[in-house]
């Protein structure tokens, strides 16, 4: 039997003490942007997405980033990852998800954590471009779809994916929901709710009559907004039932391919009995 999961040997600077500073202080050091090139895949439904990629040597690996929460290839963390990617050598893309590349989709629906049917898409497509090894991570709900993709394909990822990682995934979304909805913590939903209001706002402008606007104005928490736009944009019947269908805690035991979880035990967006034992993981996570 697997031991619990254990703590890495990390301590953080006395000069960044706590959850909070060590999470906010990265997206006030986020660093120059990668020398992007990018390119635009139109979707099997009509629709499309941007990726933004960063050129390696013609017989090297491919790192493909899923980012979180209204992130895109200029966040902090794709920044960083993409000029570790180059300094290897190798092919390094950023998956800007649907309306996240500074330009609307096309369609109504957006994005969210559990779209792990746009992870297979995008991964079996990069795939068939040769690569000798294809990497995946995934960052926060990034994390979450991949993890969840990996789970739903088994033993059948190893064929498309090398490896995998997620960072900071919200593995059990309706805890981390529940986390982020009181005391200092809700300073990070507001964060969030200050783009996601405005594009549900557009959203309503180009296509009339698919979001509830008086609830979404007045969504004071990620569960609010999830229940009136997020769950009812992409099929799910409210909050409860996107959270429920989506999280990728209780899936992990079918993943197969190899896997990295890495997360802070003091991180304000999922507290650590949300988190997995380590002998409840397969062999390969």
Same mark, same amino acid.
């Given at each position: ?61 491919? /790192? ?28 390094? /893309? ?72 997620? /960072? ?118």
């Amino acid at each position: 039997m697997k031991p619990p999961l254990a703590a890495p040997h990390y301590r953080a600077p006395a000069w960044l003490p706590g959850g909070h500073a060590q999470t906010v202080w990265p997206l006030l050091i986020k660093g120059p942007l990668p020398p992007y090139r990018r390119e635009r895949w139109d979707t099997p439904d009509e629709d499309f997405i941007d990726l933004d990629w960063i050129a390696g040597a013609a017989d090297a690996p491919c /790192v493909v980033l899923f980012h979180g929460l209204e992130g895109s290839s200029r966040s902090h963390y794709a920044r960083r990852l993409m000029h570790a990617v180059a300094r290897r050598g190798w092919h390094g /893309v950023v998956v800007n998800f649907r309306g996240c590349s500074g330009e609307p989709n096309r369609l109504p629906r957006a994005y969210h954590s559990g779209d792990s049917a746009e992870i297979d898409w995008i991964l079996r497509r990069l795939q068939a471009r040769g690569y000798p090894a294809l990497f995946a991570a995934g960052v926060s709900l990034g994390g979450n779809a991949l993890l969840k993709w990996l789970a739903e394909q088994g033993s059948q990822a190893s064929g498309i994916v090398s490896a995998a990682a997620a /960072v900071s995934a919200p593995l059990d979304l309706a805890a981390a929901n529940t986390a982020l909805s009181s005391g200092f913590n809700r300073i990070y939903a507001r964060h969030f709710l200050r783009t996601l209001i405005p594009a549900a706002m557009a959203k309503e402008r180009r296509f009339p009559g698919r979001i509830d606007m008086r609830r979404a104005r007045a969504a004071g928490s990620l569960r609010d907004f999830d229940d009136a736009v997020t769950a009812p944009l992409h099929g799910f019947l409210g909050a409860d039932d996107y959270y429920a269908k989506s999280s990728a805690g209780p899936l992990l035991g079918a993943v197969r391919a190899p896997t990295l979880l890495l997360h802070a035990a003091n991180d304000p967006f999922l507290p650590p009995s949300a988190l997995p034992r380590r002998e409840r993981l397969p062999a390969a996570v």
